[in-house]
């Protein structure tokens, strides 16, 4: 059973070793010269201020982004439901509308409590 594998796991350690191959072999080509400028934070053409271990994001932030990921991986429900939409039947056309009813109520009760609200 363990022979089986065997393909696998070879392909695995030479995919290792040429991963490590290509990274010993970038080291030694690459250009290194290192300055201040260079070594110093960048985030969106802004000059750092301050400590970057301070830790004041707002969590609205994550709020948002955990929505957005939450809204997507529900709609693509919807595309394996409009293929098989005829064998499915009248039972799985009902039961998607519940379903989108369940998402309509999730986002009515994040936008009451603001979540969707971008400035604030």
């Known amino acids: 059973m363990l022979l089986n594998y065997l393909p696998v796991l070879i392909m695995i350690g030479l995919v ?3 991963a490590m191959m290509v990274l010993f072999v970038a080291s030694l080509i690459r250009p290194s010269r290192p300055y201040y400028k260079k070594n110093q934070a960048y985030e969106c053409g802004i000059d750092p201020i301050g400590e970057a271990s301070i830790g004041k994001v707002r969590i609205h ?3 948002i982004a955990i929505l957005f ?3 997507d991986v529900e709609t693509l429900y ?3 439901w409009a293929v098989v939409l005829k064998k499915i ?3 799985g056309y009902i039961e998607m509308f519940v379903f989108i009813f369940l998402l309509l109520v999730g986002f009515i009760y994040a936008w009451i409590k603001g ?3 971008w400035v604030s």
């Open 16 to 18: 290792a070793v040429m």
């Open 61 to 63: 932030y994550f709020v």
């Open 78 to 80: 919807l595309f394996p």
């Open 115 to 117: 979540a969707l609200d």
């Open 69 to 71: 990921i939450i809204f």
């Open 89 to 91: 039947g009248l039972f």
